[in-house]
């Protein structure tokens, strides 16, 4: 069964960055795809960008495009997201997920497991 644990949110001011961290394991590495959602109090969940684990591709969310970048780290079983220029409006809970799907949609009903979330609160 595929787990996933999110680490490395917390409080910043805008303009600035942050590293969040996705540790992936009970699955092949390279035939899933891996995504970043975000969700902030009172709206839905959105996807922020998706990488694809067997070629290495990625997407973004026009509003995330040019300031997040999705990495992964195939020997740890890591996901990553590198985020810059942080705005108020980046606050949310970030959740990372994983579909068995080889090239998912950005979607929250494409991917069937979920980390517990990590908190990420941007100041202006």
């Known amino acids: 069964q595929v787990q996933l644990v999110e680490s490395g949110g917390g409080s910043v001011q805008a303009g600035g960055s942050l590293r969040l961290s996705c540790e992936v394991s009970?699955?092949?590495?390279?035939?899933?795809?891996l995504g970043w959602f975000r969700q902030a109090p009172g709206k839905e969940r959105e996807g922020v960008g998706i990488?694809?684990?067997?070629?290495?591709?990625?997407a973004y969310a026009d509003s995330v495009k040019d300031r997040f970048t999705i990495s992964q780290d195939n020997i740890k079983n890591r996901l990553y997201l590198q985020m810059n220029s942080l705005k108020p409006e980046d606050t949310a809970m970030y959740y990372c997920?994983?579909?068995?799907?080889?090239?998912?949609?950005?979607?929250?009903?494409?991917?069937?497991?979920w980390g517990q979330g990590t908190q990420v609160t941007v100041s202006s």
């Open positions: 990488i694809y684990t067997g070629s290495g591709g990625t």
């Open positions: 997920a994983a579909s068995y799907s080889t090239y998912a949609r950005l979607v929250p009903t494409s991917f069937g497991y």
């Open positions: 009970g699955y092949t590495y390279s035939m899933i795809s």
